[in-house]
């Protein structure tokens, strides 16, 4: 498909995500809707199941929750500059009508890898497929900042023209990243500056990386304000988790996981039944709550019937913790297992768009949500895109390999385009073929003899199909040098495409190509993502 937004012209087309090698095979199965994984969702991503999924959360979401929402992202929003868009659909929060479509991610600096634009944009893309659908509703985007979680060296840096600008902290990060001081970040700004150049477009990139980054105290601010600038025109609603009157809200989930550990038993009886077909993606453990403080963030862990805060001498009762709970709910803190949890209890949520593995260990949870009464969201996976440069798309059409190709292991890719450039064609998949045939008409002799002439048989038809497979290899290696110029071509645009031969998604940051093309690149973006589209998304600029 060819378009053309205001600024720049662009080519789309998609390929199976099976193709491409890059997603593991429970995800396959779940968008191939396998049968196996049917009992560990409620309703699979489609429009149709859009209008059950809508009942289903109407009825479960409370009024006094959704007016304490409201009241949280007017006052999380207070400080930012908001487009009339953002600041109608926090209004509409307010109305049973409304529901929302929510991603979560980490705070990144400076948005990390380039899937993070990828999952903003599907969660809008999909919200306004779903006003179109069902106008008697309201969808509104949001982006759940993950300001509690602690791996620090999961967000301290990103990719800049193949090269990674890190933020470095003299002392180690034990606390939620959320509350980070900024200081340090400076460096981070002038190493950029010097890399980005004095374009229009380079300029709008350090100006917006000075206001979030340096004139904010901590990371949590100055995520929220570098998302809001990025995405404010489309609605975008921005929530912290980390907030008192969102946790009291959470408080009777909490409470309930530490008297019964009901997370821990539910999701290991999932488990149970999804590692006789699928590798496990996380491990529940026995308490999934975290104690938090300044710069301090610990498992709870239960021991002999009292509740240990890691790594420290603080241990409590059953009846003091629950007290704790109470007086000081944001020092308790959903882990990976319960985070999903916390959000579909505060928010009216009717979707989850997550990356290949959020969505995986998803799948672990439903039971645990129908345990405690809580709406299971539809699952979505985010779009990928693997962008291709025109440069780079004539030169993979002159070396004849095709999207699906791009995508083989290097030395596989290698193999078939030197095979297809031999002058003198040799099949020797067809002479084997032809070698087992001749030797199926011996064994039907030999099986009139005795078994000493049937082994010679087999031995004989081993020794010449290896001595073929031994002589392709030699070819292969021989032709590999005569057609070294060839090689290093290939090598050299799959590595351009594919750095590190990971996907470019999982590698490159967004200013790689925000340099280049501008505000019309988020614009592309956002004309190529189909988010009910599950496939990969191969995008020509």
Request: with cysteine; charged share 30%.
């Amino acid at each position: 498909m060819s378009s053309t937004t205001e600024f720049e012209s662009y080519k789309t087309s998609n390929i199976p995500l099976s193709k491409t090698g890059f997603f593991s095979k429970i995800l396959l199965d779940y968008i191939e809707k396998n049968e196996y994984l049917k009992p560990f969702y409620d309703n699979f991503p489609s429009i149709s199941n859009f209008y059950t999924q809508i009942k289903e959360k109407q009825k479960s979401y409370k009024d006094q929750t959704r007016s304490v929402l409201y009241k949280v992202l007017k006052s999380q929003h207070k400080d930012l500059v908001i487009s009339k868009k953002t600041s109608k659909n926090i209004e509409n929060l307010k109305h049973r009508n409304t529901f929302t479509v929510t991603t979560g991610h980490q705070l990144n600096l400076f948005t990390g890898p380039l899937y993070f634009l990828y999952k903003i944009i599907s969660t809008i893309n999909l919200c306004e497929e779903l006003a179109l659908k069902f106008p008697k509703q309201n969808f509104v985007p949001v982006y759940w900042m993950a300001t509690e979680d602690h791996d620090f060296e999961e967000i301290n840096h990103f990719n800049f023209n193949e090269n990674k600008v890190v933020w470095n902290k003299k002392t180690k990060v034990t606390g939620a990243v959320g509350s980070l001081s900024t200081d340090g970040l400076d460096e981070v700004y002038n190493v950029l500056s010097n890399h980005l150049g004095n374009s229009k477009n380079a300029e709008f990139l350090k100006k917006l990386f000075y206001k979030a980054y340096i004139k904010h105290n901590n990371l949590t601010q100055a995520t929220r304000y570098f998302t809001n600038e990025l995405f404010k025109d489309y609605g975008l609603v921005i929530i912290d988790g980390y907030n008192l009157e969102l946790k009291q809200l959470f408080s009777p989930f909490i409470k309930d996981e530490i008297k019964h550990q009901t997370s821990y038993k539910q999701v290991s009886k999932t488990i149970l039944k999804l590692e006789k077909k699928y590798k496990i993606q996380v491990n529940p453990r026995e308490i999934n709550l975290f104690y938090l403080k300044k710069n301090h963030r610990e498992r709870i862990i239960l021991e002999n019937g009292n509740y240990k805060i890691n790594n420290s001498d603080s241990v409590y009762t059953e009846e003091e913790i629950l007290k704790k709970v109470d007086e000081n709910p944001m020092a308790l803190s959903p882990n990976v297992i319960m985070r999903p949890l916390y959000q579909e209890v505060v928010l009216p949520s009717v979707c989850y768009i997550g990356g290949g593995s959020e969505i995986v260990y998803w799948l672990q949870l439903k039971e645990y949500f129908d345990k405690v009464g809580v709406s299971f969201p539809i699952l979505l996976l985010r779009n990928s895109v693997q962008i291709i440069s025109k440069k780079n798309a004539k030169r993979l059409k002159k070396l004849n390999i095709t999207s699906e190709e791009i995508f083989l292991k290097q030395q596989e890719l290698i193999s078939r385009k030197v095979v297809e450039n031999i002058d003198v064609k040799i099949n020797f998949k067809e002479k084997i073929n032809f070698i087992r045939l001749q030797f199926e008409e011996l064994k039907e002799v030999a099986k009139k003899t005795d078994a000493s002439f049937i082994n010679a048989v087999n031995a004989q038809e081993k020794k010449q199909i290896k001595g073929l497979e031994r002589l392709q290899k030699r070819l292969l290696k021989a032709e590999t040098k005569r057609q070294s110029d060839l090689v290093e071509r290939i090598t050299k645009l799959q590595n351009k495409i594919l750095p590190n031969q990971n996907l470019e998604e999982r590698q490159r940051n967004f200013s790689d190509y925000y340099l280049k093309y501008g505000k019309s690149f988020i614009k592309t973006i956002k004309y190529s993502l189909k988010p009910l589209n599950l496939k990969l998304i191969i995008l020509e600029l």
